[in-house]
């Protein structure tokens, strides 16, 4: 009975150890990110970018910021296998109307490295979420 609980007992230390590890392997870009927090300042930063840039600036003109910045951040959380909910709506009916083309994309994302570089984000890092964000652009583009 006793080496029946001894093989049990290093059977769940060692299921522990395989499932801690996993979970730490999947959030590991979330981390390069700084997590939440890291998430909201670089978030904070690409705002600030977007605002000073001509090319994005009227885009942002009386939007709601706070609510921009929230959805950003559990956006950005979930692509990267952060333990976070987006509750957004669809990025196609969130744009619609905006008449956004692809000039004033390519330029938020260039304010979005910017605000990665300035946060410290690893340059591979930051290639994973522009390849995760990338696609996006088909539901944001209105024009040419």
Known sequence: ???????????A???AAIFSASAHADDALYREFGEKPG???IVDDLYDNVLADPRTQPY????????????????????????CEYTGRTMKR???GQNIDRAA?????EDLQKAMD??????????????????MYRDV????
């Open 39 to 41: 998430l909201a300042k």
């Open 118 to 135: 300035k946060n410290g984000v690893p340059f591979h890092s930051q290639n994973k979420l522009l390849a995760k964000l990338a696609p």
């Open 13 to 15: 230390l060692l299921f």
């Open 60 to 83: 942002f003109e009386d939007a709601p910021i706070k609510r921009i910045k929230q959805k950003l951040v559990e956006q950005f959380c979930v692509l990267l296998d952060g333990p």
């Open 1 to 11: 009975m006793q080496s029946f609980l001894g093989h049990a007992m290093k059977a």
């Open 141 to 144: 583009q209105d024009r040419e």
């Open 94 to 96: 969130t744009h619609e």
């Open 105 to 109: 994309f390519n330029a938020l994302v």
